[in-house]
């Protein structure tokens, strides 16, 4: 383990320097072993993904850095702030490398042969780096706007465009009872059935997390009678998705995890439903022992990873929406049984993985969260049957 970990502390130096004027001194043998170590980073993330052990040990050392790099004044690595992040090493090692014009011609040439091969026998791994890099290269605009962390308030409130929709769908709704008999609920179906689905959910969560009062151009009053406030609206807007199942499901499955977090941290009926429908996600998932993680019985179901992601953010939201998640982890593995070993309740996995489980000394072992007794055994045995 702690060879593993001297491993990441090097790679995170690594990363770093890939941005400096440093790299000027690098030869192709250099860029090979930084990719060779970047791609052995990247199948620790795979191999270790469901190892709650492992995980929490590499995450707690990122994050430490990370705080360690932010006090001490020095810039710590965009991305590298996580254990999921180990499974991009490679795209974010060949970004900062492409991007800097200080490296010399031979190894950049030697970059793009690696990257770019060309006709040959396919490899998987490189064609999911090749994929990822052109994806990013067609939303070049996109990169400088968004961080790995996830779509949040602040993206969507900055996005001019998205604002504007967003507000004009308030007045909107401000009107439709005045003139529709069947009010905001039909004109809002309509909307769903006629325009592109994935721009109106984003539509829809910016208007949900326009503040209380949002400022107008001197000179352009509201009409008298009218809402000063978008409250109404998005109001209007939280009945219409507890209303609809289907736009519900759609809403949390397809925005980013950081803009959903922050969307629940403001509405409360919505967390709720969030949390409704991550549960369910999370009853659907089985664990396999062959391969020692959690997994969905059909392709379409969401993952492990997935789950945890989502779970994790909402984690990191402030009070108290955070004790209301955790609250709800808590409930749902008293219900499966109450276990506190892994593999036997997903819920008791996630609170491990959160960092939320306790770890109690027995024997020459820990054991997480048990007590010596007759009752434990069982669980006991299957501990030490798969770990």
């Known amino acids: 383990m702690e060879s593993l970990l001297q491993h990441l502390e090097r790679f995170s ?3 770093a320097v890939s941005r400096t004027t440093h790299v000027s001194t690098w030869d192709p ?11 052995y980073l990247r199948h620790v993330h795979s191999r270790f993904g469901r190892h709650v052990r492992i995980r929490t040990a590499l995450e707690r050392r990122l994050q430490k ?12 690595v965009p991305g590298l702030t996580n254990f ?44 999911k780096l090749q994929g990822s890099l052109v994806r990013l290269a067609r939303r070049s605009s996109a990169v400088h706007m968004l961080r790995f962390t996830g779509y949040g308030e602040n993206s969507v409130l900055e996005d001019s465009v998205l604002k504007t929709q967003a507000e004009l769908l308030l007045e909107r709704l401000r009107e439709v009872p005045k003139a529709e008999g069947e009010g905001p609920s039909r004109f809002l179906s309509a909307l769903w059935d006629r325009l592109p689905q994935n721009n109106f ?3 829809i969560a910016a208007a949900l997390l326009l503040p209380p009062s949002s400022p107008r151009p001197q000179g352009e009053e509201l009409e008298l009678g009218t809402p000063k406030t978008p409250g109404q609206g998005g109001q209007e807007l939280v009945r219409w998705l507890l209303a609809k199942s289907d736009v519900m499901a759609a809403f949390c499955q397809n925005l980013p995890v950081g803009l959903l977090t922050s969307v629940a941290g403001r509405h409360p009926e919505l967390s709720r439903a969030y949390l409704g429908l991550l549960t369910d996600w999370g009853r659907l998932l089985r664990y396999d022992l062959e391969k020692g993680t959690w997994v969905g019985a059909e392709a379409q179901h969401v993952s492990w990873e997935e789950l945890y992601g989502r779970f994790q953010s909402l984690c ?38 959160l960092g939320r489980g306790s770890i109690v000394q027995l024997g020459e072992k820990k054991v997480l969260g048990l007590s010596p007794g007759p009752s434990s055994l069982w669980a006991v045995f299957c501990y030490y049957l798969y770990v």
């Open 201 to 203: 959910l984003k539509v």
């Open 29 to 39: 043998a250099t860029v090979r072993r930084a990719l060779q170590w970047a791609r």
């Open 65 to 76: 850095r990370w705080r360690q790099e932010g006090t001490s004044g020095s810039f710590p």
């Open 13 to 15: 130096e690594l990363v």
């Open 316 to 353: 990191q939201a402030p009070p108290p929406l955070r004790d209301e998640v955790l609250t709800a982890l808590e409930s749902c593995k008293a219900q499966d049984g109450d276990f506190q070993v892994p593999g036997l309740s997903i819920w008791t996995d996630l609170l491990l993985a």
């Open 84 to 127: 999921q992040a180990l499974g991009r090493c490679d795209l974010l090692l060949s970004l900062r490398l492409l991007k800097n014009r200080a490296l010399g011609d031979a190894a950049y040439h030697y970059l793009l042969q690696q990257l770019f091969p060309g006709p040959g026998v396919p490899d998987a791994d490189e064609e």
